[in-house]
């Protein structure tokens, strides 16, 4: 499975950006999907997860009401809505497919593919 992220970029603090995460080489529904990021100098961590069929989400503490994230499986990608971004938001935002994981999607350990990144810089 080959993963692409997209729709990164330089942000004002406060405002929006919706990443996105296109798939091919397998069976997209087949696969929990799940964003992380890394901040400079920081381990990458989890920010949200989703279900292969999108029925169950899960996400970290930090975007709790801020970030949603969603799948189309017809079009084999996932996204990531992020509001009111802020500084502490600023890092390399990776996608990563798991084929047998489960609730709540946040052991990196677990994913088997893992995109390229794509760099959300928020400006205070």
């Known amino acids: 499975v080959q993963l692409v992220e997209s729709g990164g970029g330089l942000v004002q603090a406060g405002g929006s950006l919706r990443l996105s995460c296109a798939a091919s080489?397998?069976?997209?529904?087949?696969?929990?999907m799940a964003w992380f990021r890394q901040a400079p100098g920081k381990e990458r961590e989890f920010v949200a997860g989703?279900?292969?069929?999108?029925?169950?989400?899960s996400s970290a503490d930090s975007v709790k009401g801020r970030f949603t994230i969603s799948r189309d499986n017809a079009k084999s990608t996932v996204y990531l809505q992020m509001n009111n971004l802020n500084p502490e938001d600023t890092a390399v935002y990776y996608c990563?497919?798991?084929?047998?994981?489960?609730?709540?999607?946040?052991?990196?350990?677990?994913?088997?593919?893992w995109g390229q990144g794509t760099l959300v810089t928020v400006s205070s």
């Open positions: 990563a497919a798991d084929r047998f994981g489960s609730w709540p999607y946040d052991q990196s350990g677990e994913y088997d593919y």
């Open positions: 080489g397998g069976a997209f529904s087949w696969y929990i």
């Open positions: 989703i279900s292969r069929n999108g029925g169950s989400t």
